[in-house]
């Protein structure tokens, strides 16, 4: 077992988390003291009804079986569906900012659509595979080639399979999850050597659909109008992107010194969740902000050298799920706070305040290292 032990993906993850609390330390003690009284309610909170629950599941995700848990997906993706439906009902589910996404649990809150994503995940290579073992193929080009109908058996389930959780999530009007999950799960789709034709009509008609959603809700055309025009109404709708830009542009080279940033005592929204990168440019500067990019581009390519190592399908298209997912995340976060992405509205991977998304990113985590050990 020590042998097979991922130590370089391991000691990674654990200087990007350890990191992040250190950086959430100081960046949340003024947020806290003010609604709080004390400087650590925010770290506190993240560290005992985030970090240790999501070591918890991130430890059974490293030890449970891998065929237990493809056995087990689809059970887990329709108990995850129903957790999303909870959120609408009085008293269980709650809403923030004109959205309903979270579950009251009474001393924590729960977000079901985080853990959606490795669901998700899990349920699609679950099928994937099975449908490969069953035509006794490797791929889906050879299944195409033993005569099986390809639109039939593979594009009008996935579409089906996506347009479930896009129902689900679309009265979340948690648009932006939705797209990480469905640009993760086709990017996933696309790894298992479907027809390329397959890839484009989706791409195709999710890009329509997606006009139509920002069409339609006035928010989603306002962050796009921003990102087109951030200097339209800076103290207004442009205000967060605004002082984003602020923030990151002060920072310099090497930035002002972790816990010297001027712009998380209130003047940047969000500063603890989607906008903290926005900080960590300010505090560590350019040079900060490079190393955290090589870092998530350091594990992305780890977590895709585990899949080319794995033998199993299942593993193998679980290990670029989650990977892509991270990943794909982590970037799209960094480029809506540096303006070259309109706001997303997404946390930044192990970085920002939330105790769901570290959950399921460090359960991500366990799963690869579950992979690589048994490669």
């Given at each position: 077992?020590?042998?097979?032990?991922?130590?370089?993906?391991?000691f990674?993850i654990?200087?990007?988390?350890g990191?992040?609390?250190?950086?959430?330390?100081?960046?949340?003690?003024?947020?806290?003291?003010?609604?709080?009284?004390?400087?650590?309610?925010?770290?506190?909170?993240?560290l005992?009804?985030?970090?240790?629950?999501?070591?918890?599941?991130?430890?059974?995700?490293?030890?449970?079986?891998?065929?237990?848990?493809?056995?087990w997906?689809?059970?887990?993706?329709l108990v995850n569906?129903?957790?999303?439906f909870?959120?609408f009902?009085p008293?269980?589910?709650?809403?923030?900012?004109g959205?309903?996404?979270?579950?009251?649990?009474?001393?924590?809150s729960?977000?079901?659509?985080?853990?959606?994503?490795?669901?998700?995940?899990?349920?699609?290579s679950?099928?994937?595979?099975?449908?490969?073992?069953?035509a006794?193929?490797?791929?889906?080009?050879?299944?195409?080639k033993?005569?099986?109908?390809?639109i039939?058996y593979?594009?009008?389930?996935?579409?089906?399979f996506?347009?479930?959780?896009?129902m689900?999530?679309?009265?979340?009007?948690?648009?932006?999850?939705?797209?990480?999950?469905s640009?993760?799960?086709?990017?996933l789709?696309?790894?298992s050597?479907?027809p390329?034709?397959?890839?484009?009509?989706?791409?195709?008609?999710?890009?329509?659909i997606?006009?139509?959603?920002?069409?339609?809700?006035?928010y989603?055309l306002?962050?796009?109008l921003?990102?087109?025009?951030?200097?339209?109404?800076?103290?207004?709708?442009?205000?967060?992107?605004?002082?984003?830009?602020?923030?990151?542009?002060s920072?310099?080279?090497?930035?002002?010194g972790?816990g010297?940033?001027?712009?998380?005592?209130?003047?940047l929204?969000?500063?603890?969740?989607?906008?903290?990168?926005?900080?960590?440019?300010?505090?560590?500067?350019?040079?900060?902000?490079?190393?955290?990019?090589?870092a998530?581009?350091?594990?992305?390519?780890?977590?895709?050298?585990?899949?080319?190592?794995?033998?199993?399908?299942?593993?193998?298209?679980?290990?670029?799920?989650?990977?892509?997912?991270?990943?794909?995340?982590?970037?799209?976060?960094?480029?809506?706070?540096?303006?070259?992405?309109p706001?997303?509205?997404?946390?930044?991977?192990?970085?920002?305040?939330?105790?769901?998304?570290l959950?399921?990113e460090?359960?991500?985590?366990?799963?690869?290292?579950?992979?690589?050990?048994?490669?």
């Open positions: 077992m020590k042998k097979h032990f991922n130590y370089p993906l391991f990674l654990v200087c990007l988390v990191f992040a609390f250190l950086f959430l330390a100081c960046l949340t003690a003024p947020s806290s003291m003010q609604k709080y009284g004390n400087t650590n309610h925010f770290l506190f909170h993240q005992f009804f985030g970090l240790v629950p999501a070591l918890i599941f991130a430890f059974l995700a490293y030890k449970i079986p891998l065929s237990f848990i493809k056995k997906a689809l059970p887990l993706f569906l129903g957790f999303l909870l959120v009902l008293k269980i589910g709650f809403g923030a900012w959205a309903s996404r979270w579950l009251n649990l009474g001393f924590a729960v977000q079901p659509s985080e853990f959606l994503k490795i669901t998700a995940i899990l349920y699609l679950a099928w994937i595979a099975s449908k490969l073992s069953e006794n193929v490797s791929d889906w080009k050879s299944i195409t033993k005569g099986y109908h390809n039939i593979i594009l009008v389930p996935f579409i089906f996506l347009g479930t959780i896009a689900a999530l679309f009265f979340q009007k948690d648009v932006s999850t939705l797209g990480i999950i640009l993760t799960l086709l990017a789709y696309f790894s050597k479907t390329l034709w397959h890839t484009i009509l989706i791409v195709v008609t999710g890009a329509v997606l006009l139509i959603l920002i069409k339609f809700e006035p989603r306002d962050r796009w921003v990102f087109m025009h951030p200097n339209d109404d800076p103290l207004g709708k442009g205000f967060q992107l605004r002082q984003s830009l602020i923030s990151l542009g920072g310099g080279f090497f930035g002002k972790l010297m940033s001027a712009q998380k005592f209130g003047y929204p969000q500063a603890m969740s989607d906008s903290i990168f926005a900080i960590i440019g300010e505090e560590l500067g350019i040079a900060g902000c490079v190393a955290l990019i090589s998530f581009i350091f594990l992305f390519w780890m977590g895709m050298k585990i899949s080319k190592n794995s033998t199993d399908k299942f593993a193998k298209l679980t290990a670029i799920g989650v990977v892509i997912w991270i990943t794909l995340q982590a970037f799209i976060n960094m480029a809506s706070v540096a303006g070259i992405f706001l997303a509205g997404i946390p930044l991977p192990f970085f920002s305040y939330g105790g769901s998304h959950a399921t460090l359960i991500g985590i366990g799963l690869l290292l579950n992979i690589s050990k048994n490669t």
